[in-house]
């Protein structure tokens, strides 16, 4: 089991960009495929980036190609999400999330990841 704990979120203006950073307790953090979510007010949660355990395979929403980027320190046991050319409708809590399974099983269905976090809140102003 893996507990996951999100930092970073804030206030930010339109254009600008942020970075999330999630930790993960436990030494097999390089075994599982990590992701990172959202959810907007009302809004269903929604998938915007996974990122295998090596860090070499990735695999991004539509909504977050050319924007955002995922990465990971296997060593720091830490998820990254940097994030540019943030607009308002990118305003949502972002939850990080882990998975055994492999990356190329997890795209499938994305929402299906067995561990997650509480989630911290960006709000991008206009």
């Known amino acids: 089991q893996v507990q996951l704990v999100e930092s970073g979120g804030g206030l930010v203006q339109a254009g600008g960009s942020l970075r999330l950073s999630c930790a993960a307790s436990?030494?097999?953090?390089?075994?599982?495929?990590m992701g990172w979510f959202r959810q907007a007010p009302g809004k269903e949660r929604e998938f915007v980036a996974v990122?295998?355990?090596?860090?070499?395979?990735?695999y991004y929403a539509d909504s977050a190609k050319g924007r955002f980027t995922i990465s990971r320190a296997n060593a720091k046991n830490t998820l990254y999400l940097s994030m540019n050319s943030l607009k308002p409708e990118d305003t949502a809590v972002y939850y990080c999330?882990?998975?055994?399974?492999?990356?190329?099983?997890?795209?499938?269905?994305?929402?299906?990841?067995?561990?997650w976090g509480k989630g911290t809140l960006v709000t991008v102003s206009s």
């Open positions: 999330a882990a998975d055994l399974r492999s990356i190329h099983t997890i795209v499938v269905d994305p929402i299906g990841m067995d561990y």
């Open positions: 990122i295998s355990g090596s860090g070499g395979n990735t």
């Open positions: 436990g030494r097999t953090f390089s075994r599982y495929t």
